[in-house]
């Protein structure tokens, strides 16, 4: 299987059917208002579950302190998202968290949208789909179990209750094995203001300037805004490296689509692109995922395996 | 290009300090005074009950802990190995009061906004003259009653101050929070063109792409560096543009010069980038509001 170059407007994103297990209450039940469109990315690669939504995060929506085996990326539209106590990114900043960095409780205190971005981080730990989710969501409750206040809680039959993170818990009951977490490579989220950086002209771009938000890991995943000009092209190219492009504000077209705000690129490397216009200009938030070319994924998912043979024994 | 090893440098008694705690310093490279790409680089102990305030620079910082450990509070503790980077703007601490002896490899330098480094000298003369109208208590300088101007203020703002004759204007964080990197849950991948030697890229910071790097050299390996900024040798010996290194040699690298280190036996050597000089005077389209002139 190999990956194309795909384009995405909002409304061809597509709505999440599996509920989330976060969230006050039985189910998430006291913290309504959830709202979560994914952009069907398909990387080209099995193993690569990448996950790119415009979640719209309602009121009062709770998670516990926790942490992941996959690395995300969350770029607020509108409004403020809790990361924690007293803290609060406002719209326009971003947070990464590492695999393996702790995160939270977070307590949402009024409506949120958000850009958010998780994949396999160099641990290359497997990321579960929906549908698998769903599977092992329904598994776990069948055994007796739910899933309250971001935790998934059973009593066993000796009568001792096991309260486990929820993700934990769906991810082990896919996996059959234990979930392991890579050691942390940072040890708090990096919180990125952009403001804070400077618009650098693209020397090979006219019309592009660029914000060089950060690279990070071993394999140097980067994040940046773009902006271009009104009038502005982008050039066909070959990218080295896979790119994920969103539109924050404005427009764009690539080959008679028009891409808008919240629509998105994803392009693999070593394809060649046509051209991006924009008319009116626009403004990109760009994710750089050097660990997805193909030949660098293969040997890390090896390395992967022989990780999780060597726990096994 | 500047060369020092810190066995041939003498450890000094800090009297500029204006935090609380005994701190004591091996200054081992220095930048050009004036210049917005000025930066101080050295290795410093703090020792039992070092205490300094929450604040921020109108500097960036590296800091890499060597031995003990420094506690920034919410912002976690620096152990053995870590790497801490703090951009220009950015609040960190409070540190401490410490436990025991912490030893950490510093760099201090001019970041994107243009406002550079301050040099030892003028802090040591800014000192001596705010000596004379208040006291420097717990990080923070209390200007006497009698002596017009803000009672209480952090006690780097009150020597930068002193030193340019203006109001310290803080440049807009990056990041909300020091990045502190764990070097140990990287892993080792092979380092382009360079055989036998392997890198860990810790990250790249800022719009002026800071790097930040581990590179281990095998045996024989030889390793040529580039990058603007210091490469302090962790471990191992071998040769260094006609000078023998070894732990804790380091090497200052301008835009635009190289150097190479030759291994005779497995060495690990840290690279603390700064951003070209160029790129901090680019123009860039719409340049944040950086001093007061």
Known sequence: ?313 | MKIAHADEISILNDNTSVRTGKVDKQFLLKGEPGSPGNFKFGLFGQHDGFYSPRHRHNFCQFRVQLTGICDYGANGKMTPGTVAFIAEGSYYGPQGPDVGDSYTATLQFGGPSGQGYVTMEQKAAAKAELDKIGVFEKGVFRRNADVPGKRNMDGFEALWEQANSRELVYPEAAYAMPVLVHPQNFQWKPAPAAAGVEQKILGTFMDCRVPCAIYRLGPGATFPAKARGIYLVLSGDGELQGEAYRKYSALYLDSNETAQFKAQQVSEILLLGMPNVSDIQAQASDARVLEHS
């Open chain 1, 1 to 313: 299987m190999s990956a194309k170059i795909q384009t995405f407007r909002l409304d061809e994103a597509i709505g999440r059917k599996v509920t989330s297990t976060r969230g006050h209450g039985v189910d998430g039940a006291k913290s309504p208002g959830l709202k979560v469109v994914q952009y069907p990315i398909d990387v080209g690669i099995a193993e690569i579950n990448l996950r790119f939504g415009y979640d719209q995060i309602g009121d009062g929506f709770y998670t516990p302190r926790h942490h992941h085996n996959f690395d995300q990326f969350r770029y607020v539209v509108s409004g403020a998202m809790n990361l924690g106590k007293n803290f609060d990114l406002p719209e326009g900043e971003l947070v990464y968290v590492p695999e393996g960095t702790y995160y939270g409780p977070l307590n949402q205190k009024g409506p949120v949208s958000l850009l958010v971005i998780q994949f396999p981080g160099p641990n290359a730990a497997y990321r579960i789909s929906d549908a698998e989710k769903q599977v092992a969501m329904d598994a776990l409750r069948a055994a007796g179990g739910y899933f309250e206040d971001g935790i998934y809680k059973i009593k066993q039959p000796d009568g001792h209750s096991i309260n486990k993170d929820s993700y934990e818990a769906v991810w082990e009951q896919h996996n059959g094995r234990p979930i392991t977490y890579a050691s942390p490579r940072y040890e708090t989220p990096i919180i990125i203001r952009p403001q804070g950086f400077r618009w650098m002209p693209d020397p090979a771009r006219p019309g592009v300037e660029i914000k060089n938000l950060g690279a990070f890991t071993e394999y140097g995943t980067s994040v940046a805004l773009w902006r271009l000009a009104p009038g502005a092209v982008i050039p066909s190219e070959v990218l080295e490296a896979p790119q994920l492009r969103c539109v924050l504000r404005g427009s764009t077209t690539y080959a008679g689509k028009e891409i808008g705000e919240k629509g998105c690129y994803y392009i693999p490397e070593g394809l060649r692109t046509n051209p991006i216009e924009s008319r009116q200009g626009a403004e990109f938030l760009v994710y750089t995922l050097p660990m997805y070319v193909r030949a660098t994924w293969e040997a890390a998912w090896e390395q992967s395996k022989t990780r999780h043979q060597a726990v096994a024994a």
